[in-house]
T-cell receptor, first 114, second 112 residues
Framework: ETGVTQTPRHLVMGMTNKKSLKCEQHLGHNAMYWYKQSAKKPLELMFVYSLEERVENNSVPSRFSPECPNSSHLFLHLHTLQPEDSALYLC?????????????FGPGTRLTVT | AQSVAQPEDQVNVAEGNPLTVKCTYSVSGNPYLFWYVQYPNRGLQFLLKYITGDNLVKGSYGFEAEFNKSQTSFHLKKPSALVSDSALYFCAVNFYGNKLVFGAGTILRVKS
């Protein structure tokens, strides 16, 4: 295990539902990330939090709303999603936000939007 | 703009043979380079990184990678492949910033 946990591991939701993904890291890291992994596409960085402050938002639609209440927890709130949002959502953390530090990934949440 | 390319969608190798998974990058200056592996239904797992110093970097599970600045490459290698090495491998580059740019990934299949 990498020290990063994600729940739920699988989620099926309709387009009108509201759900949340949860990520928790037990590594004492200060930076946390959300990525989207779709089939046959490169990993897409969605959001970056450093010391609980959002420092990057890569043109992600507003139907995705992140929340970082403390340095150990990260949430991704979902509402009125589209079928093309079906993907594996990965959470990661790193010691610092600066580039030389490797990121540690959780196992992901497999999201299916029906 | 910084970018990273993995020219092979899939690499096939026989168990016990050496393996190479290729990665090239396009950045100016000195990048930080990483390799990650992803097993089915799992997240990405860090293998090794190059920050500075010796061009040959050793990582987990017997993997190593060679940084070649003149060829802007960072190929992943292992002297003797195992069937359990079969997975999806990602190269990633980070240059003077905080955004890790990933390659598209290379599927490694090791056959017994």
């Amino acid at each position: 295990e990498t020290g990063v946990t994600q729940t739920p591991r699988h989620l099926v939701m309709g387009m009108t539902n509201k759900k949340s993904l949860k990520c928790e890291q037990h590594l004492g890291h200060n930076a946390m990330y959300w990525y989207k992994q779709s089939a046959k596409k490169p990993l897409e960085l969605m959001f970056v939090y450093s010391l609980e402050e959002r420092v990057e938002n890569n043109s992600v639609p507003s139907r995705f709303s992140p929340e970082c209440p403390n340095s150990s927890h990260l949430f991704l709130h979902l509402h009125t999603l589209q079928p093309e949002d079906s993907a594996l959502y990965l959470c990661a953390s790193s010691l610092q936000r600066t580039g030389e530090y490797e990121q540690y990934f959780g196992p992901g949440t497999r999201l299916t939007v029906t | 703009a910084q970018s990273v390319a993995q020219p092979e969608d899939q690499v096939n190798v026989a168990e016990g043979n050496p393996l190479t998974v290729k990665c090239t990058y396009s950045v100016s200056g000195n990048p930080y380079l990483f390799w990650y592996v992803q097993y089915p239904n799992r997240g990405l797992q860090f293998l090794l990184k190059y920050i500075t110093g010796d061009n040959l970097v050793k990582g987990s599970y017997g993997f190593e990678a060679e940084f070649n600045k003149s060829q802007t490459s960072f190929h992943l290698k292992k002297p003797s492949a195992l069937v359990s090495d079969s997975a999806l491998y990602f190269c990633a580059v980070n240059f003077y910033g905080n955004k890790l740019v990933f390659g598209a990934g290379t599927i490694l299949r090791v056959k017994s």
